[in-house]
């Protein structure tokens, strides 16, 4: 598609409940990131999917926090037993990597999830 | 990791003047420097880089100036107008010279006010 894609825009959910998010990158980037933005704030690392390695986790706050990217391309971001705190838009970006030596184009993003947990 | 600070949070300036908005980080190792623009409702979107071999970059309205012995840069916006009222993150990050990748932290942004 021409830009990133996030669905859904907005989900609201029960505590308690499980939510997956999706994101649907720029065709051809080989590397897809999501980020946590809670309201008023900046933007909190999650994970990163770059290209068939393994992914970095290190930002995921805890083991309720997963994500998987399927075939290179579309990632999901599930959230499990979901809490008052997890409340925040979600944040996907994907961006092209070439020769990681001499060019990096940025991100792109995508318009985001808001999640509200009830 | 990186620790970055961005000031001002907040900046209101008139139409047509000048704003500037200052990232210091700390990672030395750092030679990416982005800005982003988020608008209300939308995801950010890159307006300006510089890499550390570069002292300052200008592109219409926009310029960033880096300082990499005091490890901060700058944005600077001229002639500002209500569209650029958004909030802006810097992101400094060191490249990942192997397997590609880029992972950035995000300054706690600055709000940008242009009044008329």
């Known amino acids: 598609g021409a830009g990133v894609s996030q669905s859904p825009s907005n989900k609201v959910t029960e505590k308690g409940k499980d939510v997956e998010l999706r994101c ?6 080989t590397a897809l990131y999501w980020y946590r933005q809670s309201l008023g704030q900046g933007l909190e690392f999650l994970i990163y999917f770059q290209g068939n390695s393994a992914p970095d986790k290190s930002g995921l706050p805890s083991d309720r926090f997963s994500a998987e990217r399927t075939g290179g391309s579309v990632s999901t971001l599930t959230i499990q037993r979901t809490q ?8 996907c970006a994907s961006s092209l990597q070439s020769d990681p030596k001499t060019s990096f184009d940025g991100y792109t ?3 985001g999830t808001r999640l509200t947990v009830v | 990791g990186e ?19 200052k990232c210091t980080y700390s990672d030395s190792a750092s030679n990416y420097f982005p800005w982003y623009k988020q608008e209300l409702g939308k995801g950010p979107q890159l307006i300006i880089d510089i890499r550390s071999n570069v002292g300052e970059k200008k592109d219409q309205r926009i310029a960033v100036t880096l300082n990499k012995t005091a490890k901060h840069f ?5 002639e500002t107008q209500p569209e650029d009222s958004a909030v802006y993150f810097c992101a400094p990050s ?4 192997t397997g ?17």
Do not use: C, M
């Open chain 2, 100 to 116: 590609g990748g880029n992972k950035l932290t995000f300054g706690t942004g600055t709000q940008l006010k242009v009044e008329l």
């Open chain 1, 109 to 111: 993003f995508g318009s």
């Open chain 2, 74 to 78: 700058s944005l600077h916006i001229t």
């Open chain 2, 3 to 21: 620790n970055v600070e961005q000031h001002p949070s907040t900046l209101s300036v008139q139409e047509g003047d000048s704003a500037v908005i």
């Open chain 2, 94 to 97: 060191p490249r990942i010279l």
């Open chain 1, 24 to 29: 649907d990158p720029i065709s051809g980037h």
């Open chain 1, 84 to 91: 008052q705190e997890d409340s925040a838009v979600y944040l």
